[in-house]
């Protein structure tokens, strides 16, 4: 062994040591270093067995005395021969390819990859086209392409499940919250009109059901229709769990449940009719307004200003806000970046509407 090969210390599974790395930095002969002959060097460059411990091999194709650079390989790290192979040769992506988009690359790759097996006269025309240096510098290429391949699958895999199990996260909290809104009385009835109820009854007049039709099935005169619709909303504006908004999303898009069951309403005139107006259309098709109004709400509440005031300003009815509500109740479920945006939003507003109170009535800015 030569005096170069006595600095070496067994390091399977170690990893790259500071102070190993330090050792060999200063004390090797690097003129006279020869990569080869390290112990652990096999320029058969093997595939490694993933269940064994692997040695660490200072590399250095390039005598570069001035900066003492050394490639470092922790073979635990390269156990695919090829890229080890690859990447200490530091064989480059051929120019005539560089230039081409990443996907015409992979195709061309692949295209190769066929006439490697198929016509080989055909591959190495190619391989000369394009300038490899030989089949495996191609090879280590095209193996290079289809890590990146699998990596961005994997990559889209992981999403998704981080996705799917926010999902399952969020539908488990909103039922521990609905539960939490029952035993805590937040969905008690008011005035004997329940939460579902309400959402039905909202439900019919946005699809344009006569109000006092409606208002007979449910056995109530309406201006006490109009204190449960104006305590509903408010208590739902309080609600920070959002249990309400749920229970009413649910019920809300299955209006033909309790009283409404085997019942037919029929159309009133339009006045009656919960008419998607251009003020409710924007809502919907704004979420961070509807959370402005949400967040305007709760500080107008606070204040004592009535929920059914701050709607009216903003041009809606209490059905309109509970159809609302319902609308992206049923988006949230589905689409968890709106989830995560309430927050930021919420938080945003409250602050804004907190700060200026002789606003928090007032200032309406669609």
């Known amino acids: 062994m030569s005096d170069n090969n006595s600095l070496y210390e067994n390091h399977k599974g170690m990893g790259k040591d500071i102070t190993y790395i330090n050792k060999i930095d200063k004390e090797m002969d690097w003129e006279s270093y020869d990569p080869t002959k390290w112990p652990c060097a096999d320029m058969s460059f093997p595939d490694l067995d993933p269940n064994e411990k692997h040695d660490v091999w200072p590399f250095k194709p390039d005598i570069d005395m001035s900066m003492h650079a050394v490639s470092w390989v922790d073979l635990n790290q390269f156990r695919n021969g090829l890229e080890r192979y690859g990447y200490l040769l530091k064989l480059k992506l051929p120019e005539k390819l560089e230039c081409e988009l990443q996907s015409d690359i992979k195709k061309t790759l692949e295209k190769m990859k066929e006439l490697q097996t198929s016509n080989a006269d055909v591959f190495y025309q190619k391989l000369q086209e394009y300038e490899f240096i030989d089949a495996k510098h191609f090879d280590y290429w095209h193996y290079l392409y289809n890590k990146k391949t699998q990596l961005s699958q994997q990559e ?72 449960v619709s104006a305590d509903w909303t408010a208590r739902m504006s309080q609600d920070t769990t959002y249990a309400i908004s749920q229970v009413y999303a649910d019920a809300f898009v299955n209006p033909n449940i309790g009283k409404f069951a085997s019942i037919e309403t029929t159309k009133g005139s339009e006045s009656a009719q919960g008419v998607d107006s251009g003020a409710m259309q924007k809502v919907k098709d704004d979420f961070e307004l509807y959370i402005k109004i949400q967040s305007h709400q709760n500080v107008a509440f606070s204040q004592g200003i009535a929920a059914n005031t701050i709607l009216e300003e903003y041009g809606l009815s209490p059905a309109d806000w509970g159809a609302i509500g319902a609308h992206w109740a049923v988006k949230m479920t589905t689409d968890i970046s709106l989830v995560m945006k309430m927050a930021e939003l919420t938080q945003k507003y409250d602050a804004e509407f907190a700060a200026n109170t002789k606003k928090a009535g007032e200032d309406i800015d669609f």
């Open 156 to 227: 889209i895999y992981k999403t998704n499940k981080t996705l799917k199990d926010l999902s399952t996260n969020m539908e488990h909290q909103k039922n521990a919250n609905v539960e939490a809104a029952k035993t805590g009385g937040l969905l008690d009835p008011i005035e004997g009109v329940d939460i579902e109820t309400w959402a039905a009854v909202n439900a019919k007049i946005a699809n344009g059901a006569d109000l006092e039709q409606v208002l007979k099935v449910v056995g109530v005169e309406k201006p006490i229709w109009d204190k």
